[in-house]
């Protein structure tokens, strides 16, 4: 029987195993913590969305300020825009617009907003589409032929897809 050691088979040996051991259980702890949070935050936002809304049932020209705070100041992390908007164009079977990300966006995030809300995320959803392009990654098709009032918007595919 032949026997191994530690140095032979270039297995880290540890002084304390059950210090290593707690720390990956406190790593897995605080992550479900992270993800529990965020979705609170997600049913929170949804919440306020609603009071906003039913508020406007009241008061149609009512500036709530809710919308305004969440558009400004709950901005999404570095990379998150980017990276969803390559998810759709990735997941999709058909060029698609600008709106129809936002669309998806909002969705994504539980949010019933407005259309000046719509309009806004539309923008920066237009932003990191135009850094795409840049970048070569994104490339434009033609232009809707049946669209709302705000139209027309114009096709987006991947550069791959173009082809």
Known sequence: MVSYNADMMNIPKYDRPNT???????????NA???????EIKKLT??????????????PQSDTYAIKEYVTKHR???????????????????PITSRQITELWASDRGLVADEATLCTLRKRI????????EQGLIVDTG??????VNGPY?????????G
């Open 76 to 94: 999404a992390a570095k990379g998150t825009v980017k990276s969803f908007v390559l998810g759709c164009f990735r997941e999709a079977t058909a």
């Open 154 to 162: 114009k096709l987006w595919v991947l550069k791959r897809a173009a």
């Open 46 to 59: 949804v919440d306020i969305d609603h009071l906003d809304a039913a508020i406007r049932l009241f008061d």
């Open 20 to 30: 290593v051991s707690g720390l990956v259980a406190k790593h897995a702890e605080l």
């Open 126 to 133: 237009g932003a990191c589409i135009k850094t795409c392009v």
């Open 143 to 148: 232009w809707t032929t049946d669209h709302d």
């Open 33 to 39: 913590l992270r993800e529990k949070y965020k979705r």
